[in-house]
């Protein structure tokens, strides 16, 4: 099946930094990918479908200036948490769909585990 | 999007079927059913997906009733490494439209 990559895996950084989280897919171009968090013994919460070429749009409740994304490329989607506080502790998750597949099945990626201290 | 219930979690022992059922009263005509699972610190992955009737794969049965507004899941002869959260979805089977997570089945798969 179609790979999606997360970098970096697990991040941890101060309070006040910004971070970037990169999201590929390897082996096919998606037009659309989505960006989610998860908080511990949660279910995933879409955060943002992130169109390349166009802006992002953000689901209800999701501060846009906070959570940067941009999908420069039909194979890389990035989002940056920008002025990170504890709060923003949580795992983040990428999906794509292949667009050669008849099926909408996400693919996602392996997440992304954000500590700020 | 139509909402979807599950059961909270579920125990099972190995070698059991489990059979996890959805109630999906508000599914439209164009959507899919769909489950993944996910690991703890993983994402999600593509479990099946069913429009009506049933739907087999080399790893579980999906259940659809003609009304289509339940649906089942089956996994026959559950192994410990089947522990994770099952999570059942409706989504339109067209185009890249995102896909809403509800609260998932946690399963629980004891020696």
């Known amino acids: 099946g179609a790979v999606v990559s997360q970098h970096p895996s697990r991040v941890i950084c101060k309070s006040g930094t910004s971070v970037k989280i990169e999201c590929r897919s390897l082996d096919f171009q998606a037009t659309t990918m989505f960006w989610y968090r998860q908080f511990p013994k949660k279910s995933l919460m879409l955060m943002a479908t992130?169109?390349?070429?166009?802006?992002?749009?953000?689901e209800q409740g999701v501060e846009k200036d906070k959570f940067l994304i941009n999908h420069a490329s039909l194979t890389l989607s990035t989002l940056t948490v920008t002025s990170a506080h504890p709060e923003d502790s949580s795992f983040y998750i990428c999906s794509a769909r292949d667009p050669g597949l008849t099926r909408n099945e996400q693919f996602f990626g392996p997440g992304t585990r954000l500590t700020v201290l | 999007l139509a909402k979807t219930t599950q059961p909270i979690s579920m125990d099972s022992y190995e070698g059991q079927e489990v059979n996890i059922t959805c109630s999906h009263n508000?599914?439209?005509?164009?959507?899919?059913i769909t489950w993944y699972q996910q690991f703890p610190s993983q994402g999600p992955r593509f479990i099946i997906q069913g429009y009506k009737t049933k739907v087999t794969n080399e790893v579980a049965s999906l259940f659809i009733p003609a009304d289509r507004k339940s649906s089942t899941l089956s996994l026959p002869r559950v192994s410990l490494s089947d522990t994770a959260v099952y999570y059942c979805?409706?989504?339109?089977?067209?185009?890249?439209?995102?896909?809403?997570f509800g609260a998932g089945t946690r399963l629980f798969v004891k020696a």
């Open positions: 979805l409706v989504v339109i089977n067209t185009g890249g439209f995102k896909t809403i």
């Open positions: 992130s169109n390349e070429g166009s802006k992002a749009t953000y």
């Open positions: 508000n599914i439209a005509t164009n959507d899919y």
